[in-house]
Structure formats: C-alpha cells, structure tokens
C-alpha cells in the first residue's frame, strides 16, 4: 500500500464523517469514498469483505442510474454486512463499524420515504 492509499481506518472515519452530514453530505463524496473502499475490501482475504466490494460496485451502478428503491435495498444490504463485519473486528472500530452500519441502514430507510 503506498502512502496515497487510505487506510482502512481513514475510510472509516471518513465515511462516518460523509455520513453524518445525511444523504446529501454523503452524496456529495459517494464517487471517491465508495473508489476507496472497493479498492481496500478487495485486497482481502475475507470473503465477507470481498462480498461488500462487490455490493458496493452494485451500489456504484444503481447510484448512476438513479434508482431510489434499488439504492436503498443496496444501503440496507451493505449495512447489515458492515454490522456482521464488526464482529471480527478489534479495538474501536468494533463501535465504528456498529455506527457505519446503523448509518447505512438508515440512510436506506430515508430513501424508501
């Protein structure tokens, strides 16, 4: 990993950060922050993580076509797998990782209103 590439842990922070501005926070670094963490989960040899990767590539497309139910299902989707991904996980990215997939779920739930 060279010294341009985010860590995980600044992924998380930062899209922690993304999402507590809301959707439209969010929305407005969904291109990047989703770039980052598909290029982070692919690289390992978690094949839960692998399988968020390619969630988000799913989200990456219904976000580019603009389809609110699809989106959210994607949302709703992804964090349960970052809850469950917590539970592998150490330290304070435990509690992190709760909070991102709270976030994500409800994000989900504001978009199927």
Known sequence: MNSSTPTGS???K???????GGLDGA???AGSNLDGWIQ???DSDNVALTDIAHELENLQGYLRGGDRAQISSSLHTLGQHTANAASAAE???VEK???LGQALTSAANQLRF
Do not use: C, E, K, N
């Not at 930062?14 to 507590?20: D, R």
């Open 97 to 99: 990782l709760h909070q």
């Open 14 to 20: 930062a899209t922690l950060s993304a999402l507590s």
């Open 91 to 93: 330290g304070d990215t």
């Open 27 to 29: 929305a407005a670094v």
């Open 40 to 42: 982070i989960l692919q």
């Open 10 to 12: 600044d992924q998380l």
